[in-house]
């Protein structure tokens, strides 16, 4: 069930950074069409773009909230930046701007310098691991809050599997994936993030023990509803160390992503054995492979999914035999891109409402399922179990 708030007693300035992106914008929306008592403040490199988006949310009929625009760009000087927040100081700082594997710690640094909440949509576990570890102390004796990979993972991939666990005696494997629509915008921080694990080797737990996979490699399928099949393959996210940490029993934990259509999945997969063997570093290839994309875009749909399905022993009847239970979360008509900002939008509720601890976490297991339902509805995305 979704938890009740105490009522917030102060309004809070919320800054975006790269609010004009494909989350920052999505996240603006919700924001600034709910109920809380916020100051928007909307942040990215180009005046343009964020008037725009200004104007759009504003004439929204649903738009409640009060918006500025700031001009800023990351790739200033740490000076500048520190500036920037020292003069607009906000409440709570949401970073969705990556790609985060290329970026120092400075921005969360400044945070808890400056008494600033802080949020991001990271799913690179380096990054995220050294937040926690260099920052939760500071953050915790400054009363703030850190959050960081509060995205699709693991904040939402860690309440599909806690709503699974219940029905288990024992879980022997972990099974998760998910793939976007052809007509989702490219950004290039998320093709970046990608290219930056195909063909190059992570730790996953595999029969008992942590193994070596590679990224866009291990090629399979999987049958959707409504969307029918798609090809996945591995993809390196905060999951694959976080599950064993937490759930030590479980022997084999997968998480893998997909492209909608088979003609650039199976051509990534094909480039993914380059770098597997050879000194090549994709990621200086972004905006080509941005391009190539772009050749087929009128293909495929809109409709993206995830899933999280689970395997083992039930505490019901039949017991002895492997069965699977497994959550579905479809996205049709362009949604999608919602599904990865849900989570700061929760958590930034949470935090107004005085139920987010301080100190610097991973968002894992911070959000029950039932409130990631409740946005569903209102977007219109399908949960289906089976």
């Known amino acids: 069930m979704t938890p009740n708030y105490p009522e917030p007693t102060k309004t809070y300035k919320v800054l975006i950074l790269g609010a004009s992106g494909l989350f920052g914008s999505r996240l603006a929306h919700l924001l600034a069409t709910s109920d809380l008592p916020i100051h928007l403040v909307l942040a990215a490199r180009t005046w343009s773009n964020l008037k725009t988006l200004k104007d759009t949310l504003a004439s929204h009929p649903d738009c409640r909230a009060p918006i500025d625009i700031l001009k800023l760009d990351m790739n200033d000087e740490k000076t500048l930046v520190h500036n920037h927040l020292s003069i607009n100081r906000p409440d709570i700082l949401v ?39 260099k920052f939760h102390t500071r953050a915790q004796s400054k009363n703030i809050s850190l959050i960081t990979a509060a995205s699709s993972v693991p904040s939402l991939s860690s309440a599909m599997v806690y709503k699974l666990l219940p029905q288990f005696k024992s879980v022997e494997q972990i099974n998760m994936g998910i793939t976007p629509g052809n007509h989702t915008p490219r950004g290039f921080a998320t093709v970046h993030s990608i290219l930056s694990y195909v063909g190059k080797p992570f730790r996953s737990k595999i029969n008992g023990q942590s193994k070596t996979i590679y990224g866009w490699q291990d090629l399979s399928t999987r049958t959707y509803p409504i969307l029918g099949k798609r090809y996945l393959s591995n993809c390196d996210v905060p999951d694959l160390t976080l599950l064993p940490r937490y759930l030590p029993h479980i022997k084999t934990i997968r998480f893998q992503a997909g492209l909608e259509l088979p003609i650039l999945h199976l051509g990534l997969w094909s480039l993914s054995i380059l770098p597997r063997y ?30 999280v399905e689970l395997t083992g022993q039930l505490n ?26 849900l989570a700061p939008f929760i958590l930034i509720k949470q935090l107004i409402c005085k139920q987010l601890p301080p100190g610097a976490q991973i968002a894992f297991n911070l959000i029950d399922l039932s409130q990631f339902e409740a946005e569903f509805t209102r977007l219109g995305i399908k949960i289906i179990y089976r």
């Open 95 to 133: 970073n969705t701007s990556g790609p985060y594997q290329a970026m120092s710690l400075d921005l969360v640094s400044i945070c808890v310098e400056l008494n600033i909440n802080y949020f991001d949509l990271c799913d690179h576990s380096d990054y995220c691991n050294q937040v926690v570890a």
């Open 316 to 341: 019901t009847k039949g017991m002895g035999r492997q069965v699977s239970r497994c959550i579905y979360i479809i996205a049709q008509n362009n949604s999608g891109p919602f599904i990865p900002v």
């Open 278 to 307: 050879l000194p090549l570093n994709l990621c200086l290839f972004t905006n080509s492979f941005i391009k190539v994309s772009q050749w087929f875009i009128k293909k495929g749909t809109s409709h993206g999914a995830m899933h």
